[in-house]
């Protein structure tokens, strides 16, 4: 059991079994009795306390997913106040903290949490244009509320009309959608936002209207009321009592049920964890502390909150002081907390408090609770009705409307996209077939279809951005890079990872978290903090360029300044670089590619990975000058293996099935004289490589030279337009017979590998069954290959007889030359260490997915545009008015001049950096070997020659 248990388990404290089961059955039944404060009063030494409440933070989450929504906030001293007026940076704290940390702990199927009345408050709050403003104030509120981002789908209802308009050209329509407008954008928008806004906060029933005028403010119009929240204001309201009583009542609304969303009816009770002890007993940190508490008590009692459970920790004095009741044992507590009552009780009535004393450190644990808790380690997962939310729906609307069903449905999905029971979040869109989601992300709301694997990451993402916000409220200023890659494959899975895409997000988000540390240490505030969003672009990017466009519509709202990834030499890829291009928007390559892709004519495309050219060039200069195939054998009967003797070998696999030595009494070995080069024809980055490789196979080996053209599965590789030649092998089968066939009479043969990694799996199974030939075979790949080791058989050790060898870019796993490649190897141990203490480990092959190089580059990606940033921001003055196109000066003039964890990165002269390093490695059963490294790994550290006989490495021109 020991592998299910918490990070941070419960402390197990004397007969807090049974309480815990009591708090699982009220946060798991949110219809019976009222809201829930457990009181949990600080013992006089230890941290019992503050363990208990990070143990339940801990029992709320599943294994990769939530089982209720948990916020956990320590009250002191992030809310301390500092001038005169209440508030100052981090407006909204920490009721914003509570409403994120409750919004990404949202259960799988229990919707998108919306709180609609928060925003508009904290949007309030927040709204320093009002700040030196002494009148007309609630006007120029709504006039800010209106135009805020958040509601910005309003605000660009003209743009649409406009289009519409300009569409239709002088028609009378045009007109009349011209004057509509006209009349839009005079006023007539933000007036009906504002008498939305009045109907709802300030119509009957709402509370904020009885709040208001209970402090005497105005009671006629909700925008001059909400003006004395606003920064600036003469006699302003208590802003945390406000932000409090709309979160309480945006949780009652978020668990009332409606027939059209019955994701609602999934749903747990929130779950607040209270950190109140304040680091000293008295002053101002402290004064706010417990007065915090004590409003979150009146609006629960006010509100008539039942949705809640608030478990906080506080010193006796403070417990005394609120007239709470006297501490009880566990089991008295836990049967105190029994929901009780009818289940169709109208809400209302007083929160059921109960308080409990932490125990002393020295107090004996319990055997049944320790028993209890390594049985029950989570909160058990909430039932809910058999059929999930979608189906739910459609058999209600079903039901009442038989006839008109499709039609009814068709809004029914599009309307619960806003409460996230939809097929797809906000943002994006299914793929053909609706096997995945492609579109946009910001790591909240995860794209589906993805591989289970991506789910740590994409969580660490969402944290990082949250922080990136923090930063940007202090007054650090904070810019957005988009990685734009294909997340889903073809045929999605829980096992699924398409190409590079994991490592690359590894690097990314392990840069994004060690650049906000390294904000935050900034005190002069020349770094730039950067938010991650997280572009799908769909199997092989066939939605590239329709995801490009949506990215642009996000650009100034968002304040993207560059994209990473774009790392599929498609077709496909080429139209998204076009567009980002024509925008100007900054592209930083993250793979080795095609070198189309910095040929196409993009001006704001950055590669970081060494062009094909350079990797072939590497390769077959080790090719060239290392003795690693027997000497060629004459007079063999191609197809019949008698040349070696070894044709009649029956082991399984490409090899004599020993121990994979090529034979006792070790053969003399020679370079390569030959080579059969496999590819896609129309694959444009296998066809690149190969043209590489053969050219300078030809140049510096000779020319004896086999072209093997194959066409993969229906539709996999083929992006380029043409059809594929005549003697273009149908199948992997059909190759290994092929290459089989040219071997046999040349045992100096070696295998240029320029397809992808999939087709070489498929490949090396085939070549194992084909009948009298040699069982060795020697390969030499690109960097693609890399991949090829992350299934779930390393194919070396499938295949005894295989020595394979592949190009790798960047391995600062096992390589590092420099103190940033240093730093990426510790970022990345603790990173490991953090999920296996989580119980989420990454699979054994994930090793060798960073190993491969794409981890680094994504790495070296967010470093760039980070310099980049920076730069950008000092050279505007710091006045925080620098765009994308700053950032594409910045980078196009050279001004970047960076030690990476992969190398040297500048593009003073070229927009892939000189001499990158590259490596060539050999795959074996216990890991990889590297045997040639060439390359600029920092301005003082380059490998000029490679091998005993220091062979000059070939240079950049």
């Known amino acids: 059991m020991e592998s299910s248990r918490q990070e941070k388990p419960l402390p197990a404290w004397p007969g807090a079994d049974e309480l815990i089961r009591a708090l699982d059955g009220v946060i798991n039944d949110p219809t019976r009795g009222p809201a829930v404060l457990l009181a949990v009063e600080k013992a006089s030494r230890g941290a019992a306390g503050a363990a208990f409440l990070e143990g339940l933070r801990e029992r709320c989450a599943g294994e990769g997913t939530h089982l209720a929504p948990c916020a956990l906030v320590h009250l002191s001293p992030p809310i301390s106040d500092t001038g005169s007026e209440p508030f100052s940076a981090g407006e909204g704290e920490p009721v914003a903290t509570i409403a994120y940390e409750l919004r990404t702990g949202m259960p799988p199927n229990t919707g998108r949490l919306r709180l609609p009345t928060l925003d508009l408050l904290l949007d309030t709050v927040r709204a320093e244009e009002l700040r030196g403003i002494p009148r007309d104030r609630g006007r120029e509120l709504r006039r800010v509320l209106y135009q805020h981002p958040r509601r910005r789908r309003d605000a660009g209802f003209p743009d649409v009309l406009r289009g519409e308009a300009e569409a239709a050209g002088g028609t009378l329509p045009a007109r009349a959608l011209r004057l509509v407008v006209r009349a839009w954008t005079a006023g007539v928008g933000e007036w009906w936002f504002g008498v939305r806004v009045n109907r709802r906060l300030f119509g009957d029933g709402g509370w904020f209207k009885g709040w208001v005028k209970g402090r005497g403010g105005s009671d006629s119009d909700f925008f001059e009321a909400a003006q004395r929240l606003a920064p600036g204001a003469p006699a302003p309201f208590d802003r945390d009592q406000a932000l409090l009583w709309a979160l309480l009542d945006d949780l009652n609304t978020a668990l009332r049920r409606r027939f059209l969303f019955p994701a609602r009816s999934r749903r747990p009770r929130f779950v607040l964890l209270l950190d109140a002890v304040a680091k000293e007993a008295d002053g101002p940190v402290a004064d706010r502390t417990w007065k915090f508490l004590g409003t979150l008590r009146e609006a629960m009692r006010a509100l008539g909150t039942r949705g809640v459970v608030v478990v906080a920790h506080l010193p006796p004095e403070v417990r005394r ?15 105190a907390l029994t929901p009780t009552g009818r289940t169709d009780a109208p809400p209302g009535g007083p929160p059921i408090e109960v308080v409990i004393r932490a125990p002393e450190p020295d107090t004996p644990t319990a055997h049944n609770v320790k028993t209890f808790l390594d049985n029950h380690p989570k909160l058990p997962p909430r039932s809910g009705p058999r059929h999930g939310p979608r189906t739910s729906l459609l058999l209600r609307v079903g ?21 996230g029971g939809g097929p797809c979040p906000e943002g994006q869109w299914e793929t053909a077939g609706g096997l995945s989601c492609v579109g946009l992300s910001d790591g909240t709301e995860p794209f589906r279809g993805v591989s289970d694997e991506f789910g740590p990451l994409i969580g660490l993402i969402a ?58 240490r900034d005190a002069a505030r020349d770094r730039v903090a950067l938010r991650v969003l997280l572009a799908n672009a769909g199997p092989r990017f066939s939605e590239g360029a329709r995801v490009a466009g949506t990215i642009l519509e996000e650009v100034d709202a968002e304040g993207i300044i560059g994209v990473t990834g774009l790392g599929q030499s ?55 000058n290392t003795p690693l195939l027997p000497v060629p054998e004459t007079g063999t009967d191609p197809g019949t293996g008698d040349g070696d003797g070894d044709g009649d070998d029956t082991g399984e696999g490409v090899g004599p099935g020993t121990d994979g030595d090529p034979a006792a009494d070790e053969p003399v070995t020679v370079p390569a004289d030959a080579a059969v080069i496999v590819y896609d024809e129309l694959d444009i980055y296998s066809e690149n ?93 690109g960097d693609a290959v890399a991949n090829a080791l992350v299934g779930e058989v390393n194919p070396v050790i499938k295949h005894r007889g295989l020595t394979l060898y592949y190009l790798v870019h960047a391995i600062p796993g096992t390589d590092p030359r420099t103190e940033r490649a240093r730093l990426f190897n510790r970022t990345l141990d603790t990173w490991t260490e953090e999920q296996r203490r989580r119980g989420a480990a990454p699979a054994p092959a994930t090793a060798e997915v960073l190993e491969s190089g794409g981890a680094s580059l994504g790495w070296d990606a967010m470093d760039i545009l980070a310099t980049a940033a920076g730069i950008a921001h000092r050279t505007e003055g710091r006045t925080g008015e620098f765009d994308r196109s700053a950032v594409s000066t910045v980078l196009n003039t050279g001004n970047v001049n960076i030690q990476g964890a992969t190398g040297l990165l500048t593009f003073r002269d070229r927009r892939v950096p000189a001499e990158k390093p590259v490596y060539v490695v050999r795959a074996g059963e216990e890991g990889t070997e590297i045997v040639l490294s060439c390359g600029r790994f920092s301005a003082g550290v380059e490998d000029t020659v490679w091998g005993p006989d220091e062979v000059p490495c070939p240079r950049d021109d």
């Open 321 to 335: 002081g609120a007239g709470l009741p006297e501490p009880l044992p566990p089991e008295q507590a836990s049967r």
């Open 399 to 419: 039901a009442l409307l038989a006839a008109p069903a499709l039609l009814i449905g068709g809004w029914v999905v599009a309307d619960l996209r806003d409460d």
């Open 463 to 520: 944290e990082n951005n949250a922080r990136a916000e923090e930063h940007g409220e202090r007054g650090w200023q904070v810019r957005t890079v988009v990685h734009l890659a294909p997340y889903t494959a073809a045929l999605p899975g829980p096992g699924v990872v398409q190409d590079s895409t994991l490592a690359e997000l590894h690097g990314i988000a392990l840069a994004q978290r060690v650049l906000l540390e390294e904000v935050g």
């Open 570 to 624: 498609r077709e496909d890829t080429y139209r998204t670089m076009e567009v980002l291009d024509a925008a100007g928007l900054p592209m930083i390559g993250t793979t080795a590619t095609a070198d189309g892709m910095l040929e196409r004519g993009a001006r704001q495309y950055f590669q970081l990975a060494p062009t094909n050219d350079r990797q072939a060039r590497v390769a077959i200069s080790f090719l060239a």
């Open 689 to 781: 490589l190969a043209a590489a490789f053969r050219d300078h196979f030809h140049a510096e080996i000779g020319d004896r030279t086999t072209d093997v053209r194959y066409r993969p599965r229906e539709g996999v590789h083929g992006e380029a337009e043409g059809a594929y030649s005549p003697d273009a092998l149908r199948s992997l089968g059909e190759v290994a017979e092929h290459v089989c066939r040219h071997m046999a009479p040349n045992r100096s043969t070696v295998v240029l590998w320029a397809g992808r990694e999939g087709d070489l799996v498929g490949f090396l199974d085939d070549f194992s069954r084909v009948e009298g030939c040699d069982s060795r075979l020697t390969v030499l790949g």
